[in-house]
């Protein structure tokens, strides 16, 4: 090895690395050329090895072609390194291009569901007389979903509520929420006036006007003085607020946890009172049942019934919602269809 073909070796070496640096598709097959031509195990300083053979007066002009050699090629992997950059960057660039002129994507948003849209309305127009919202449980007692309200066991008035037992004994799904009367009682003095809308369930055949889970509010007032005029005179601004003026009419009713017990009709919202399908041809449609709180319910509530009175109320939120919006059927309700649900913006 002497030092004419040492050094064409070097500058072939280069020649060579200049040319795959240029050609380099990616900065992976760069990162290999920087190994393959300048780390300690790479290719100039394989040739280098080849320099103890020479006289020791070129060994230094060797080194310095060598180093020449690695600078330039150095130079050359950087140039293509930022040349690969500037591509990537200029294909983002045009991919991501933002057109600010294009109209913005409107974000669809959700809404209330109408059952709880309902509960929400009518507690709004109870909250301006005064009525403020508590809550029972779902899983009821016995006790408290029928015998303090004045239905004894065996009591026939039981057939009007199929009830769904569960696996604790005297427990059960709560058939109304009238069983909240009784807690309320039993846990404030005086005057009251309470709202209580809640999930109710009955062991019943679905059909369009029946479901074996289903929402009501209950209404509770009791103070000094109390009678079934302040009833009346509530109801009435209740079925104006949601159903505008329209006539109204209380017909004598049955529960057993109320004497007198009513039942309050509204004109027909269809035909107007001339009598339709919609209203068995009665004109009148019935949108909840009330009454004076039986003496022996505000015993069990804890109150003296020689000095207070109360009335209470109890309506059918998929009943209401029907009213309002129209709907026929109130297994929507529970079919969770988005073109149903939709329709309620
Ligand atoms: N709890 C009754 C039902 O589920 C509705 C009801 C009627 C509630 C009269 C009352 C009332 O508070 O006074 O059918």
């Not at 009943?319 to 939709?342: G, M, S, T």
Request: proline letters at 8%; glycine letters at 10%; charged letters at 25%.
């Amino acid at each position: 090895m002497d030092f004419e073909s040492l050094s064409a070796d070097l500058r072939a070496l280069q020649q060579r690395a200049l040319d795959e640096a240029s050609a380099a598709p990616d900065p992976e097959s760069l990162e290999l050329l920087q190994i393959r031509y300048l780390s300690k195990k790479g290719e100039i300083t394989t040739v280098l090895r080849g320099i103890g053979a020479l006289p020791p007066g070129d060994r230094p002009r060797v080194g310095a072609i060598a180093n020449g050699v690695s600078e330039a090629v150095k130079a050359a992997l950087g140039r293509r390194e930022a040349e690969l950059h500037a591509e990537v960057q200029t294909l983002r660039l045009a991919s991501e291009r933002v057109d600010v002129t294009l109209p913005g994507r409107p974000r669809a948003r959700g809404t209330l569901h109408p059952i709880p849209e309902t509960a929400a309305c009518i507690a709004e127009v109870f909250g301006q007389f005064g009525f403020v919202v508590y809550e029972g449980p779902e899983v009821e007692d016995d006790l408290t979903n029928f015998q303090m309200l004045n239905i004894p066991p065996d009591h026939p008035a039981r057939d009007l509520w199929d009830t769904l037992y569960v696996d604790i004994p005297g427990h059960l799904l709560r058939t109304h929420t009238s069983p909240g009367q009784i807690r309320v009682m039993q846990s404030t003095r005086p005057p009251i006036r309470a709202l209580l809308p809640g999930r109710c369930f009955r062991y019943e055949a679905v059909d369009a006007s029946h479901g074996f889970e289903f929402f009501q509010v209950e209404g509770l007032m009791v103070d000094e003085g109390t009678s079934l005029a302040d009833l009346k005179g509530l109801l009435d601004e209740f079925a104006h607020a949601l159903f505008g003026p329209r006539k109204t009419r209380f017909r004598p009713g049955y529960y057993p946890f109320t004497e007198p017990s009513v039942a309050f009709d509204v004109e027909c919202l269809v035909c107007g009172g001339v009598g339709c399908p919609a209203c068995s041809r009665t004109g009148w449609m019935t949108i909840l049942g009330a009454g004076m709180v039986h003496p022996v319910v505000l015993q069990y509530g804890g109150i003296d019934p020689e000095r207070y009175q109360g009335f209470a109320f109890g309506m059918g939120v998929e009943r209401i919602a029907n009213l309002r919006h129209a709907v026929p059927d109130l297994r929507y309700y529970l079919e969770n269809d988005l073109r149903f649900l939709e329709q309620f913006r």
